[in-house]
């Protein structure tokens, strides 16, 4: 089955840290880049990070920059999100993506992970 699986959110006061995890399963997760969006209420799921599939490259949204880093591990099938120096407004659902062909197929998939909730709070 395919599907990515996130952990690693809760309530951390402003000025924090935490990392996010999303492990993959059903496919070669070496093969392919992934994303990292949130959504906060009310808001449009917004990109934050990306990473290319070997790692070398990065990229991420402005409001993230020299506080977030993305990483991967593909002998665990895992990407990472380490967040530092959190802030209220990073209050938001997190979630990771990757779009794949599903294997065994042709077939095009972009699958998303179930979210991850991250609260930012005194």
């Known amino acids: 089955q395919v599907q990515l ?3 690693g959110g809760g309530l951390v ?7 996010l995890s999303c492990e993959a399963s059903g496919f070669t997760f070496r093969g392919y880049g992934f ?11 917004e990109f934050i990070a990306s990473i290319t599939s070997n790692g070398d490259t990065t ?7 020299g506080r977030f880093t993305v990483s991967r591990d593909n ?9 530092n120096t ?7 659902v997190y979630y990771c993506q990757t779009t794949i062909i599903v294997p065994g197929t ?6 998303w992970g179930q979210g991850t909730q991250v609260t930012v709070s005194s």
Do not use: C, F, H
């Open 5 to 7: 699986v996130e952990s």
């Open 13 to 19: 006061q402003p000025g924090g840290s935490l990392r």
């Open 35 to 45: 994303y990292w969006y949130r959504q906060a209420p009310g808001e449009d799921r």
């Open 59 to 65: 990229a991420y949204t402005d409001s993230v920059k």
């Open 75 to 83: 002998t665990k099938n895992t990407l990472y999100l380490q967040m």
């Open 86 to 92: 959190l802030k209220p407004e990073d209050t938001a």
């Open 106 to 111: 042709a077939t095009i998939k972009t699958i």
